[in-house]
């Protein structure tokens, strides 16, 4: 997270110290690589408690998008930030999903392989 309000630069290790996860974990979910929703519902937090507009932190290309919470009205809509969320979890899930039936067709390739092996 970039520095705003004078305060110093969050950085990964930061995010994660302040809500007990590994740097790695934080990494993996802003790279967009899966993990617990749990980790990734605090990881948002920390953005939002922070005063991050979360709309800004979860479209890809932000660059249209406000960093800060505006206002009141920014705070008072949940539904599009609910429906950003939602859509990002999806996403997460998908990509965990594909990378298990991945794994789990190498695991049965490589059994089918040791079976066929005298």
Do not use: C, F
């Not at 590994?22 to 948002?44: A, F, S, Y």
């Amino acid at each position: 997270m970039g520095k705003h309000y004078g305060e110093a630069e969050w950085t990964q290790a930061a995010v994660a110290k302040r809500i007990g996860l590994t740097q790695n974990i934080v990494w993996r979910i802003e790279q967009g690589e899966g993990g617990k929703i749990e980790n990734w519902l605090k990881v948002m937090g920390v953005y939002e408690s922070r005063g991050y507009n979360l709309n800004w932190v979860l479209t890809k290309n932000n660059g249209q998008v406000s960093k800060l919470q505006l206002d009141e009205v920014t705070k008072k809509s949940p539904e599009p930030i609910r429906d950003a969320i939602v859509r990002t979890l999806d996403k997460h899930l998908t990509a965990v999903d594909e990378k298990l039936d991945a794994k789990m067709a190498e695991l049965s390739e490589l059994l089918t392989t040791h079976l066929r092996t005298p």
